[in-house]
């Protein structure tokens, strides 16, 4: 994965990394960690539905507005790519 960029907050990143990977477990009832490097459909098997579900909770989670309207999903593939996109897109309420 790609360094984050300056202007990702970082701390930002590690939260949303943190909640991303609790609510995917919790979401795809899974016993087995949940790593940055996976990729949610190959890996994980997200659905789209499942894909929705998580960015609302994700966003309630961590109480910020997530700009889906530049979310591109060839860029936001890994679990990583998405704690990222939602570092830069994300808003606070």
Do not use: Y
Request: net charge negative; no cysteine; hydrophobic share 45%.
């Amino acid at each position: 994965m790609a360094a984050p960029e300056a202007e990702i907050d970082v701390e930002l990143r590690e939260r949303a990394l943190d909640a991303i990977t609790t609510l995917l477990r919790r979401l795809l009832k899974r016993e087995e960690p949940v790593t940055e490097d996976m990729l949610m459909a190959e890996h994980l098997g997200l659905s789209s539905s499942l894909s929705l579900e998580l960015l609302l909770e994700l966003e309630e989670q961590l109480r910020i507005q997530i700009d889906v309207e530049t979310l591109n999903p060839e860029r936001t593939r890994t679990v990583g790519e998405l704690a990222t996109f939602v570092a830069a897109h994300g808003r606070p309420w």
